[in-house]
């Protein structure tokens, strides 16, 4: 398996613009996290799912946040519209039961 | 609110000396604590996870010790190596199987 692969790298957007994360998560596991990582609040646990379902989302700063898992190999991260202080890595992990496995994160500026 | 803490931000030491970071959590009894290493421009790596009922595990230079009593987690690397810089966190499930992490210790090893 190639691990957990996530899209776009980078992604660098003018405010207001709507953006779209994208992850691909290991074949298998049923929960998939997404997190956000900044330098002063660190990784934060944004919205996760178990089995395509979301089961938590108290970590979604605001309603211009959304994030659907329409099927088991596939989620998204939705802002709209974005912010200058929505600047930061964005990191999709999947796991099956102990262990995490991260993608390579998403850099995202919002200038 | 349960947390999990990494006290230490930067933790600077010789090469060939151990290492050791620290891991509290309070309101909460996780059933096993996790430890993942980051390095720049990636994403989080799994290396160690230790039960409730495990005093201490190892693995190669690494060595993790879990105390309930002081609800803390010790994570050392003997013989340190300038290759062991990196952030190091560490992480629980909470409620809802939740994956949160600590704000992460960044050690560099001097040669």
């Known amino acids: 398996d190639a691990g957990v692969i996530q899209s776009p790298r980078h992604e660098v957007t003018e405010m207001g613009q709507e953006v779209t994360l994208r992850c691909k998560p290991i074949?298998?596991?049923?929960?998939l996290f997404w997190y956000r990582q900044t330098m002063m609040r660190g990784l934060e646990l944004l919205i996760y799912?178990?089995?395509?379902?979301?089961?938590?989302d108290s970590g979604m700063p605001e309603d211009r946040f959304s994030a659907k898992m329409p099927n088991a190999s596939f989620s998204t991260l939705k802002i709209q519209p974005s912010e200058p202080r929505d600047s930061a890595v964005y990191f999709c992990?999947?796991?099956?039961?102990?262990?995490?496995?991260f993608g390579q994160g998403t850099r995202l500026t919002v200038v | 609110s349960q947390k999990i803490e990494q006290n230490s931000e930067a933790l600077n030491i010789q090469e060939g000396k151990t290492a050791t970071l620290t891991c509290n959590y309070t309101n909460y009894s996780p059933a096993y604590l996790q430890w993942y290493r980051q390095d720049p421009g990636r994403g989080p790596v799994f290396l160690l996870l230790i039960r409730e009922n495990e005093k201490e595990k190892r693995k190669e230079r690494l060595k993790v010790t879990f105390d309930t009593t002081l609800k803390q987690s010790l994570f050392h690397i003997t013989a340190s190596q300038p290759a062991d810089s990196a952030t190091y966190l560490c992480a629980s499930h909470t409620g809802r199987r939740a994956l949160t992490f600590g704000s992460g210790t960044r050690l560099q090893v001097q040669p």
């Open positions: 992990a999947s796991h099956t039961g102990t262990e995490a496995f």
């Open positions: 074949s298998g596991h049923d929960y």
């Open positions: 799912f178990n089995n395509n379902v979301p089961i938590d």
